[in-house]
């Protein structure tokens, strides 16, 4: 099924460990982003990518690092885990501009990290 | 991006129309309002956008008014699976960047 694939779907890391969260999309969309949800808050931007090379931090981009080597891929990569990071993370795609979609941006369903 | 302006909470009966209103009076030319969901837990879902027009889909309308400064989400018939945090967000198409904010919170009451 076309969608944004998020992988995986839990995770516990220790304090300092890194490690890559996984977002693919099949839809062919230019636009990437990756975002975090702390329990009871909105969802904040972390990093966001324009098209295949191209990556640009969001709001809070402090410990994420992102690469975006193919249109499909774009992984978020945790360098050294604090428990600050403990958090539900969710990637999305879009087409770039909006009046070439009447989707908006589809959503991963989620990763749930929890450091300790 | 414009500011946008939520009410926290919303009741909404079982059957009748939910109105959901937002504000952006600094809304500039180019910029889109988006509306989004997020059903507990799960990953937001889109539901409509639009720039000057009102819009209709399967989901909702979408009213803007005529000078832009605020717009109303509607559920026709709502239901209890539309209870969900509802996120308007205003950008600008070409960058399709969404910064969203606190959101209301819509419980529809059986």
């Known amino acids: 099924n076309a969608g944004v694939t998020q992988t995986p779907k839990f995770q516990v890391l220790k304090t300092g460990q890194s490690m890559t969260l996984q977002c693919a999309q099949d839809?062919?969309?230019?636009?990437m982003s990756w975002y975090r949800q702390d329990p009871g808050m909105g969802l904040r931007l972390i990093h966001y990518s324009v098209g295949a090379g191209i990556t640009d931090q969001g709001e809070v981009p402090n410990g994420y690092n992102v690469s975006r080597s193919t249109t499909e891929d774009f992984p978020l990569r945790l360098l050294s885990a604090a428990p600050s990071q403990t958090s539900v993370y969710f990637c999305a795609s879009s087409y770039l501009r909006a009046m070439d979609s009447s989707y908006g941006y589809t959503f991963g369903s989620g990763t749930r990290l929890t450091v300790v | 991006d414009a500011k946008t302006t939520q009410p926290t909470s919303m009741d909404c009966a079982e059957g009748r129309a939910a109105n959901l209103p937002c504000n952006h009076s600094?809304?500039?030319?180019?910029?889109?309002v988006y509306w989004y969901r997020q059903i507990h837990s799960q990953g937001p879902q889109y539901i409509i956008h639009?720039?000057?027009n009102n819009e209709t889909n399967e989901m909702a309308s979408l009213i803007i008014t005529e000078d832009r400064k605020s717009s109303t989400l509607i559920l026709p018939h709502a239901t209890l699976r539309d209870t969900a945090v509802y996120y308007c967000i205003a950008t600008r198409g070409a960058t399709n960047k969404l910064i969203f904010g606190t959101g209301t919170l819509l419980a529809v009451q059986p």
């Open positions: 639009g720039l000057k």
């Open positions: 839809m062919n969309h230019e636009y």
């Open positions: 600094t809304i500039s030319g180019n910029e889109y």
